[in-house]
């Protein structure tokens, strides 16, 4: 069972920056068809917040765009997300997701909480 593991999230203020990395629990041998970062807020679904396919496609929310730049090593089935220029609006747990086709994600990080003081 591939399992991803997330790291750096952490508290930071308003115009701050931080970055998230995630990575498999070992080598599966194969490529993620798209990798991306998800987001929770309370009281709140899950959003999409980017997305970046094997061929290089990147996918961000609107509130993100400009701010946010996602990155991914296929060969390693890593992404990672700079976030920049934060707001009090990006507090949330932030997940990583994984998919093979375009039908859903596969597999999910456990989470890392982001909190933006304003």
């Known amino acids: 069972q591939v399992q991803l593991v997330e790291s750096g999230g952490g508290l930071v203020q308003a115009g701050g920056s931080l970055r998230l990395s995630c990575t498999a629990s070992?080598?599966?041998?194969?490529?993620?068809?798209?990798m991306g970062w998800f987001r929770q807020a309370p009281g709140k679904q899950r959003e999409l917040v980017a997305s970046?396919?094997?061929?290089?496609?990147?996918t961000y929310a609107d509130s993100v765009k400009g701010r946010f730049a996602i990155s991914r090593d296929n060969a390693k089935n890593t992404v990672s997300l700079q976030m920049n220029t934060l707001k009090p609006e990006d507090t949330a747990v932030y997940y990583c997701?994984?998919?093979?086709?375009?039908?859903?994600?596969?597999?999910w990080g456990q989470g890392t909480q982001v909190t933006v003081s304003s």
């Open positions: 997701g994984a998919w093979m086709t375009g039908k859903g994600v596969d597999y």
């Open positions: 970046a396919t094997t061929a290089g496609t990147t």
């Open positions: 070992r080598r599966t041998g194969f490529s993620f068809t798209g």
